[in-house]
């Protein structure tokens, strides 16, 4: 039995401790807003907050977590600015297909929590990690910048 602190709840689960994170929100928990993506850490879709830091938790094993926070995109919207990033992406329509959306917003937000105001670098360094198979990264920046305005 592992517990973890997910979207304010303490939650225990039968799972052994090297099970990653993804499959424990997803399988176990039912949260399934974060995807998989590649199972190598690569392409961002399965990003959630750990204490704040956007991680990728398709890799992540869940014994490593310990007591620390994780937020996911369920709850991501509890938050002043994970609120105005989910309204920025719906006002400026960012998703297409919609399928790495969660994991973009879960990096969107970690930088705008670090960053009120960020340059073009500063959202590329962030957004670096996050694939979107559409093209929608003009709407991505587009509403990282509107979030940030608003």
């Known amino acids: 039995m592992v517990s973890l602190q997910i979207n304010g709840e303490v939650r225990t689960v039968d799972a052994p401790p090297d099970m990653p994170l993804l499959w424990v929100l997803r ?4 949260l399934t807003g974060t995807k998989f993506g590649c199972g190598i850490a690569q392409c961002g879709a399965c990003t959630v907050h ?5 991680v990728r938790s398709c890799l992540l094993p869940i014994g490593s977590v ?6 996911t995109i369920e709850g991501i919207g509890a938050s002043a600015v994970g609120a105005r990033v989910q309204k920025a992406w719906l006002d400026l329509e960012v998703v ?3 399928y790495c959306q969660s994991g973009q917003i879960m990096s969107a937000t970690a930088l705008l929590n670090s960053t ?3 340059e073009d670098s500063d959202i590329d360094a962030a957004m670096a990690g996050n694939i979107c198979r559409c093209g929608t990264y003009v709407r991505i920046r587009a ?5 940030a305005q608003t």
């Open 50 to 54: 750990v204490n704040g830091a956007p």
């Open 66 to 71: 310990g007591d620390r926070a994780v937020t």
């Open 27 to 30: 399988d176990i928990l039912g």
């Open 143 to 147: 509403a990282i910048k509107h979030a």
């Open 116 to 118: 009120a105001h960020p």
């Open 96 to 98: 297409q297909c919609g």
